[in-house]
């Protein structure tokens, strides 16, 4: 299981580090959980270095399919490589939705990220509109579609997908249960297809505004096998209170 904290645009440097020192506390966890934290670029390198000697995982929360080059603004593998992270979300919902990253320009990136060592949590996911036109489905297989094509699983840990209802995210709104559960068994389902076993056994993320008030009854759910916190991952006692309930379920 993987509890993943995307900080999007927040915090200070000095609030950043405060909140690394925070999470460290909770280390001892990752010996049955995996744990995560996905820090604005420009502070992945003082994250990491907080988290040197402990096994929470520091990722980037974007990166560039080129190596290099004139793409200012840009971050590209190497300089997540070389600052410390380790994995990449790619395909959020903002990335798609706001600044209009298409499936070819995703693949592209996880293309990159895997070819390089970086772990990809590829993100997918519906708006209300497509929900309530019962095109989940029909979106979820088309983004898995355009943003996979081509990319081979060679290893179930060298790939990680996340399902964030689009509608859920930042609204205070959060899927049932069983919706997680019915989107992610249709992921297991469309992975197991294209990839076979190897493919099944990708972690699939649910991410939808997940607090620890909510997070024990998806996760409970044979298809979810973790989380990618948002708001919630600021807050060091959210964030723990997440780790804790993630552990009580891997404890049963």
Not at 201 to 230: F, H, M, Q, T
Request: aromatic share 6%.
């Amino acid at each position: 299981m993987l509890i993943a904290g995307n900080w999007k645009m927040n915090l200070s440097l000095e609030e950043a580090v405060e909140l690394a020192a925070s999470i460290s506390e909770y280390s001892s966890a990752s010996a049955k959980l995996d744990i995560a934290v996905f820090p604005p670029a420009t502070y992945i390198e003082r994250v990491s270095s907080i988290l040197e000697h402990s096994p929470i995982l520091v990722g980037a929360q974007n990166i560039h399919f080129a190596e290099a080059g004139a793409f200012t603004g840009e971050i590209s593998v190497k300089m997540v490589l070389t600052s410390g992270g380790e994995m990449v979300i790619l395909g959020h919902s903002e990335r798609r939705h706001v600044f209009g990253e298409s499936d070819e320009f995703i693949c592209a990136k996880v293309k990159k990220a895997l070819s390089s060592g970086l772990t990809p949590v590829l993100c997918i996911g519906e708006t209300l509109e497509q929900r309530e036109e019962n095109a989940t489905n029909e979106v979820l297989a088309s983004q898995l579609s355009g943003s996979l094509d081509g990319v081979t699983v060679e290893f179930p840990s060298n790939l990680v997908i996340a399902y964030e209802p689009v509608w859920a995210i930042g609204t205070g709104r959060v899927a049932t249960p069983k919706q997680a559960q019915e989107a992610h068994g249709f992921i297991r389902e469309w992975m197991i297809r294209r990839y076979g076993r190897r493919g099944g056994e990708c972690r699939i993320l649910y991410g939808g505004s997940v607090k620890p008030e909510n997070i024990a009854e998806i996760l409970e759910k044979p298809d979810i096998d973790g989380a990618l916190v948002g708001g919630a991952s600021l807050d060091s006692n959210s964030f723990g209170g997440i780790i804790h309930e993630a552990l009580k379920i891997l404890e049963r």
